[in-house]
């Protein structure tokens, strides 16, 4: 197991390098439009001196490779730079940010995992039933429906709608993750569902083809003949090994969800980290941008690294050694 780590740790070196030399070189001057130092100093009319005080405190005099290295060694040491806007320290922001896309992203998680994983279950042992055709129909739908689009009539039902059925009885917050009118959880409720409404889509689908899969194996025949109960054989038998990739497929979409929802986030100005990558892109605040994505990057890595440990609690037939696989 530790040499398994260990290796799948040295792994992460090559590939975090690479991305950051990737966001570097895209930063460069003359790869993308805009000159470097009026992104530093904004629209504001500078001077000769300001512009040559600019350049030498960003070395972008230097070569790229002495710049890319400085950047590196800053990297080293947590130092993801200042926004160009904010004249903030990065990691600052981000810091500010983080805990909001968790709480999101965790919701979204929690709902994926009880409502796929139980229709899923569903459909697979009641197989060609109404309730199989249900769920086969609605996952459809919901694959097929654009998240801000979803989210925007969630807003529209139960925000505006609801509020003129009801006369403001019963209605959901439809911005922002605050408000003196509603407690906290309240407004957690439509971003979670719409974030989560795609994967929850997914996660039914390859828990019902994994569930049948399983089922008709011998194993499960060899538990069905010695008599065990039909939940048993279920839940014990069949749904360990049914969840594997489940898991894989939800360990991935969590990480993609702490790196930011961008489109639930804007559509619900969710103050998270994908809103404020969306952001800095538009106003073309680079540090926050390559900020954002290094760190979304650790973040997929270790939770893949994570998911894949979990196969042994999963499966014990799954074992990690030093030893390739």
Do not use: C
């Not at 969590?254 to 790196?259: T, V, Y």
């Amino acid at each position: 197991m530790f040499k398994y780590v260990a290796r799948r740790l040295l792994q992460m070196i090559p590939v975090f390098l690479g991305v950051t030399l990737l966001l570097f070189v895209l930063r460069a001057p003359g790869v993308l439009p805009g000159d470097p130092v009026r992104m530093i100093t904004g629209e504001r009319a500078i001077s000769e001196q300001l512009r040559a005080q600019v350049i030498k405190e960003h070395a972008l005099d230097q070569p790229l490779h002495v710049q890319y290295w400085i950047y590196l060694t800053n990297l080293a040491q947590g130092d993801l730079g200042e926004s160009f806007q904010r004249g903030r320290p990065v990691v600052d922001i981000f810091a500010e940010k983080f805990p909001n896309t968790l709480r999101l992203a965790l919701a979204a998680i929690f709902i994926e995992l009880i409502v796929g994983v139980a229709a899923g279950i569903i459909s697979a042992i009641k197989r060609y039933s109404f309730w199989d055709v249900f769920v086969t129909l609605s996952t459809s739908v919901l694959v097929s429906v654009p998240v801000f689009w979803l989210g925007m009539l969630l807003q529209i039902f139960f925000g505006i709608q609801m509020k003129d059925w009801t006369n403001e009885a019963f209605f959901l917050p439809i911005s922002q993750m605050s408000s003196a009118q509603f407690p906290d959880w309240a407004h957690l409720i439509l971003p979670a569902i719409t974030l989560a409404s795609v994967s929850t889509a997914y996660v039914a689908r390859i828990m019902r083809s994994q569930m049948l899969e399983a089922m008709s194996q011998d194993y499960i025949r060899t538990a069905q003949a010695k008599g065990l109960s039909r939940n048993a054989v279920t839940f014990k038998h069949g749904l360990k090994n049914a969840m594997i990739p489940v898991i894989t497929f939800v360990g991935i979409d969590f990480g993609a969800m702490m790196g930011g929802a961008i489109l639930t986030e804007s559509v619900f100005s969710w103050p998270g980290v994908g809103r404020e990558i969306f952001l800095a892109v538009g106003q073309r605040d680079w540090p926050i941008v390559m900020g954002g994505v290094i760190i979304v990057v650790i973040i997929v890595m270790i939770i893949n690294l994570l998911v894949d440990l979990s196969y042994a609690a999963l499966d014990p037939r799954i074992k990690y050694s030093g030893a390739k696989r």
